[in-house]
């Protein structure tokens, strides 16, 4: 079992319309929880952080953490064509970063 | 303020080649790593360095070596060079803390081992 699921995707939204990506992990003991945006051909770009159960705002994004559930999600509100990426959950845990395989973002105009 | 900068940018490698990645931050974190990424696997991690003078295994070390030269500094050799290596390498920094912080990522290495 993976430390990290993520779906693969093609998520298609309209421009405008809500994105909700989703993530697993396995290891409860894990200790802080990241979003990266990754563009093709481009390095991860961390766009939001989250460390205790609930949900935490950054503009159109917003990350929420349930640690009870192992599930972290991030939504992106009014989602605009330049948002089409992949998106990378990624858990911190004893000083290693595990990374999902990511979920391919498309924003459709 | 460059960030995480690797070295080189493209490279290729016939099989049985050596090569060394340079890595270098001007951010004054402590902790370094060492990533690769396949197309559909994410990130994986190779090595890292949790402070100057240690380095520790990640997921995939095998056929990997690392030098953590000084705080700046982190490298990543490749011995004997073979196709399955063939991949983009990412080099990342983050700050101390022991509840985990932000990566900040450099720009990669695309190799390719013929």
Known sequence: QKEVEQNSGPLSVPEGAIASLNCTYSDRGSQSFFWYRQYSGKSPELIMSIYSNGD???GRFTAQL???SQYVSLLIRDSQPSDSATYLCAV???????????????VKP | NAGVTQTPK?????????????????????SMYWYRQDPGMGLRLIYYSASEGTTDKGEVPNGYNVSRLNKRE????????APSQTSVYFCASSPPS???????????TRLTVT
């Open chain 1, 66 to 68: 349930n640690k009870a």
């Open chain 2, 98 to 108: 022991s509840g985990g912080v932000e990566q900040y990522f450099g720009p990669g």
């Open chain 1, 56 to 58: 935490k705002e950054d």
């Open chain 2, 74 to 81: 982190f490298s990543l050799r490749l011995e004997s060079a």
């Open chain 2, 10 to 30: 493209f490279q290729v490698l016939k099989t049985g080649q050596s090569m060394t990645l340079q890595c270098a931050q001007d951010m004054n974190h402590n």
């Open chain 1, 92 to 106: 911190f845990n004893f000083n290693k970063f595990y990374f999902g395989s990511g979920t391919k973002l498309n």
